[in-house]
C-alpha cells in the first residue's frame, strides 16, 4: 500500500511541477475548459477544492460551458482551423466521440488511473470517465393533473397522442443524454419490423419541445409549460436541493440508462501540461469529490453514495453504449435523430 501511494503521490509531483512552471509563464488563463455541464460548476464546486490543491493556478482557469453540439462543432472547427483554444474538454462520451474520430484529442492515459481502481471501462484511448451522467423521464405532478393525464409508464407511453404537446427533451441530433436513452431503447426492443422507428415517430408526432441543454428541458417541466421530459439526475438533484417542494418528479422504469460523462486533451492544447494535471485532479479523490458536489455521479462509486437518497429503491443501472455501433457512425445516427424530429 505504501510504495502505492508514494507511486501515484510521484506521480501527481511530476505533473504539477511541469504544469506549475507552464502556468507561471501565462499572464491570463493557462487552463481552459470546454464543458457541457453548468457554467457555474467550477466557481462553485471544482475550483475551491483544485485551487486547494494547487493554490499558484487560483483565477487562472476558464471554464467554458456549451450546448452539447455547440462543444463538438467547436473544437473540431477549432483544431482544423489550427486554432485550438480549449486545452480539456469534459462532457457525455457520444457527443465526443466525433471529436475523437476526427483527430481533436490526443491519445493519452493518465498515470493516475493505475491508482485510483479504474477498470478497463472507464478508459479510452483518449478519455478517462470522471462521472456516469443517469438519464431518466420527469414529470411535474401539477401540470399532469392540471391537463387530466396519467403519469407514463413507460417510454413508449410518449407516443401516445394524449401527451401531444407535454414533452421536452435536449435535442439528440446533438447525440446528448436523450441519445442515450433513445440509443438504449434501439438496442433492447430491437426495430426488425420497424418498432423503434415507429416509436420515435410516434413520440415526434406529439411535437415535443426540442431544447439545445438538458436543462432547459427540465426547466420547462419545472414551470409546467408542458408535464413530461427527458432530464439528467445531476439537474433533477440539484432543482430539488434547491427547492425540496419543485413539482418535480423522477418516473421509475428499469434499468435507469446512463451515460459515461468523460474527460480529455484537445490535440494542439497550448497548455498541455496543466491540461493533463487538471485530468489527473478530475479523477483524484478531491476532483471525484468535486463531481460528487455538482450532484454528478463519480466514477469512484464510494464518493457518490450521498446521491442514492434520490434514486428509486432498488435501482438499476444500465450503460446505454454497452453496445458500442452508435460510435462507429455517429453522424448516421444524428441524421437519424435530425430526419424524425428535424431537430
Known sequence: MTTTVTSATTALLDLEAAAQQECAKQTGPCLTIYTTQDAT??????????YQEYPWAQGKVSYVSLAAATETTRLLSEFQAK??????????????????????????????????????????????????????????????????????????????????????????????????????????????????????????????????????????????????????????????????????????IEPLVYTPGVVAITNGAPHQAMAKLAEAWFISVSGQTGVYRTNHVPYTSSIGSGLTAFLPAGYKLTNAYSNTALFKNTGAWSDTFKAIFGA
Request: hydrophobic share 45%; net charge neutral; proline share 6%.
Open 41 to 50: 460548476n467550477w466557481d462553485k464546486y471544482y475550483g475551491p477544492l483544485f
Open 83 to 252: 486554432n485550438v483554444q480549449a486545452d480539456l474538454a469534459t462532457g457525455t462520451l457520444a457527443g465526443l466521440i466525433p471529436v475523437y474520430q476526427g483527430g481533436a484529442f490526443i491519445n493519452y492515459t493518465s498515470p493516475l488511473t493505475k491508482f485510483m481502481n479504474y477498470s478497463a471501462d472507464g478508459i479510452g484511448p483518449a478519455w478517462v470517465v470522471t462521472n456516469n451522467a443517469i438519464v431518466h423521464m420527469i414529470v411535474n405532478p401539477k401540470a399532469l393533473a392540471a391537463a387530466n393525464l396519467p403519469t407514463p409508464k413507460n417510454w413508449t407511453d410518449l407516443a401516445n397522442p394524449m401527451y401531444k404537446g407535454q414533452i421536452a427533451m435536449q435535442s439528440a441530433t446533438s447525440l446528448s443524454i436523450t441519445t442515450a436513452e433513445f440509443y438504449y431503447l434501439y438496442n433492447s426492443m430491437g426495430n426488425s419490423s420497424g418498432q423503434w422507428t415507429n416509436l420515435m415517430k410516434g413520440i415526434a408526432a406529439n411535437n415535443p419541445k426540442i431544447t439545445a441543454t438538458a436543462g432547459a428541458a427540465e426547466a420547462a417541466v419545472v414551470s409546467g409549460q408542458v408535464a413530461v421530459g427527458i432530464d439528467t439526475f445531476d439537474g433533477y438533484v440539484s432543482t430539488l436541493k434547491a427547492n425540496a417542494s419543485a413539482p418535480l418528479k423522477l418516473v421509475d
